[in-house]
């Protein structure tokens, strides 16, 4: 399990943007995590609690948004959903795809709370 460690990360970078923005108070940190990404959201929640224990983050909510896995069918030129079908085109039924989305993992947004300073939450 290294969602511990990643959770860390997360909060390391959050910890230098607030600092950076002069922020007293992160209301919310929002994830992006692709499907088919090695991290597993279950124990990104899980791990949060640890994370922020001793941080100033202790009453931020963590939100976590899957991004969906899709592929292009080499011969159909189709995008399809991969979870569906155990990855099978639905047009040829084949399993030739090249992979466009599905393993982000990123911070998309930190929220900041009213009164925190700075209301605007730009992508990092
Ligand atoms: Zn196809």
Do not use: W
């Not at 990360?9 to 992160?26: L, N, P, Y």
């Not at 209301?27 to 100033?56: M, S, W």
């Not at 989305?101 to 930190?110: L, T, V």
């Amino acid at each position: 399990m290294h969602e511990l460690g990643i959770m860390f990360e997360v909060i390391k970078r959050v910890e230098a943007v607030a600092k950076q923005h002069q922020v007293d108070r992160v209301e919310k940190i929002v994830l992006q995590v692709g499907e088919i990404a090695t991290v597993i959201p279950h124990f990104l929640r899980e791990c949060y609690p640890v994370a922020v224990d001793r941080t100033d983050f202790v009453d931020t909510e963590l939100v976590i948004e899957m991004i969906p896995a899709n592929g292009c069918c080499r011969q159909c030129d189709i995008v399809y959903h991969l979870m569906k079908d155990e990855g099978r085109c639905p047009n040829c039924h084949q399993m030739n795809f090249d992979e466009l989305s599905g393993r982000e993992f990123s911070i998309k947004e930190i929220v900041v709370a009213e009164g925190g300073k700075n209301g605007s939450s730009p992508n990092y």
